[in-house]
């Protein structure tokens, strides 16, 4: 059973008919219920995290003469965006005292997480964008293991393009980097990661056992940290071109300038 530790976790992290432990979070929910904060998501339509009002519980979904048996009691939360408060988020799911499910929810956990790796898409090679769509999409049905193979393949191109991005500068040797131990290689790029992945560069290791060890609900536990070290890398990357791009523009500008002829005797 997936144990969930925080509202913002059950909605947009917990898959679809995953069985979960949610007697950490019920005091929370019915908090946020009764007016008393927010949680914050990303909300696809705004394109940013955003805080999210819980609006309304309602149960049955239907009345009880039109209901299955085996869903009767099934619970409806709505999020409100309170950036703009037509943007809403629609949850369904079965309650049995400390234990929940989700069984439906609009927009679905892969459009919610996908959306989030649009500002970096452009970027990103193509079969890594494609490999992150897939972990996302695996990890939103259930499968905690397969998303973590997709994750490690897209954790290492990206490891491996900074290598060759920076080793003719560097005067680095192929041979000498690809013998060496992930978190080797990260140390050896040091200078050109972040320092999160640096400080944490256990991340591969991570998903390594995930592969070979893990069960599918702790691999889905961990999804979102693995998730987010890829972002972390994307990101950093992203405000390092920005930031080359803006230093040659204002070189260039800079050598247009012309001192005016001297007036001296």
Sequence with gaps: ?????TPEEFFFSTPLYTQCDISHIMDSLINLGLDQGNIDGHCVWCGRTVPFKINRIMAPVVSNQYIHERIKGVQVIRLDCQRQTNHKYYYYFIKDGTTGKKIGQL???ADISLDEIKPYRKDMERIDSQELHKAIGLAAHGSGVGSFVY???VFERLIY????SNKGEEGWKDDDFYKLRMEEKILQLKS??????VENRNVYSILSVGIHELDEDT????????RESIFIILEEDRKNREEKKRQKAFSEIIKTFKAPPSTEP
Excluded: A, I, Q
């Excluded at 393009?161 to 060759?164: G, I, N």
């Design 151 to 153: 994750l490690r393949r």
């Design 219 to 226: 691999c889905l536990g961990w999804f979102d940290v693995m």
């Design 1 to 5: 059973m997936l144990e969930v530790t």
């Design 161 to 164: 393009s900074h290598f060759e």
């Design 107 to 109: 927009p679905s956990l």
């Design 192 to 197: 050109y990661l972040p320092d999160f992945l």
